[in-house]
């Protein structure tokens, strides 16, 4: 549940626009001196581009939209990895070892993120529980769990969240 505040002055915009600006550099300089690494920039810009300029109204922000672009960041650790592992001068089986070993590490970690984060979605309850565990001070997330909990046949339980809904953004 994504609620940031509208910037309202270039002010508010400059950091952000900063950080994308000088990786678009980043890219459009690497493009010219290492292509690999310009490609896989071009890569992230490119996919992230057509949610950027013309996202839905109601989700801004939709972590989902981060999916494919992040493929470009993954694929760079990986071959950034594999050269610091050639950096280390380590004997070849060895160091297929340590590669193994390391890709067994990360896939375990994100694929337990992974389910994990799938349980939360499994239904509308138990996504609406998770979003107010992470940011209780969010209105809508109260509101939407209320109404899930109300859904489910539990309408005291729902009525606390309303309740939270309401105190978090009095209506006039």
Do not use: C
């Not at 994100?110 to 389910?115: E, I, P, S, Y």
Request: overall charge positive; proline content about 6%.
């Amino acid at each position: 549940d994504y609620d940031w505040p509208v910037a309202r002055t270039a002010a508010a915009v400059w950091p952000s626009a900063a950080v994308i600006g000088g990786l678009l550099g980043a890219t459009l300089w690497a493009s010219r001196r290492q292509p690999w690494l310009g490609f896989l920039g071009g890569w992230f810009f490119l996919v992230l581009t057509p949610s950027s300029l013309l996202p839905m109204v109601t989700e801004i922000a939709a972590e989902r939209r981060m999916y494919l672009p992040l493929a470009a960041v993954v694929t760079l650790a990986l071959l950034g990895g594999w050269r610091l592992l050639l950096r280390l001068r380590l004997q070849a089986g060895y160091r297929r070892g340590l590669a193994a070993a390391l890709v067994v590490a990360i896939v375990a970690t994100l694929g337990l993120r992974t389910v994990r984060r799938n349980e939360e979605y499994r239904s509308e309850l138990s996504i609406w529980r998770s979003v107010v565990a992470a940011r209780p001070e969010s209105p809508r997330a109260q509101y939407l769990l209320g109404l899930a909990l109300f859904r489910q046949g539990k309408p005291e339980e729902a009525a606390t969240h309303y309740a939270e809904a309401i105190r978090l953004r009095p209506f006039p």
